[in-house]
């Protein structure tokens, strides 16, 4: 991120780091907030879906998930503050309408032996390892909240959720750990 500046993540103080929940051995999850990033939302125009999807297949530097109907999210953890969407504006022009979600979304990431039972306490997406593989993403709904989940390794989720619902999402999905134990990083 820009030099100087460094953006707050809304759950600096609520994702408190530290071991929590049953404490019986090895803690069944781990829970951390992927911050900063720059995150840009891809949608085709009308007639462009193939063209725009040959374009993100070479991008270099920044991970593509897949968000909807010819919709992707752009996600680098390496872009200064804006670069990454000025950057894709150059090299999607005529192909897709972009948006700066950097400041609107926050991605929780969840692994551990655990993650798998933790997230489907709250949602219908099949989990299993045959069905949903690394870097399948799904948009669903978990804690009445909108949710695009992403399988990121053989344990291993990302959950970006609107900045606006991060802190109650967060209460509900360490609600749901306590069982397992959980830790903080």
Known sequence: MREGFHRISPLADVAIQGRFGADKGAPGVEL????????????????KAEALSAALAGLKGCVVQWAGADQYYAVSETYAEGALYRELREKLAGLASLSDQSHGRIVIRIAGPKARAVLAKGTP?????????????????????????????????????????????????????????????
């Open 32 to 47: 951390s907030v992927r911050h900063p990033l720059s995150i840009v939302t891809v949608i085709a125009r009308k007639d």
């Open 125 to 185: 997406v099949d989990l299993h390892p045959n069905e949903f593989l690394r870097g399948k993403s799904a948009v669903t709904q978990m804690a009445h909240v909108g949710v695009h989940l992403t399988r990121t390794g053989e344990d291993a989720f990302e959950l970006s959720v609107f900045r606006g619902f991060s802190e109650n999402f967060w209460e509900w999905l360490t609600g749901q750990a306590e069982e397992f134990g959980y830790q903080v990083s």
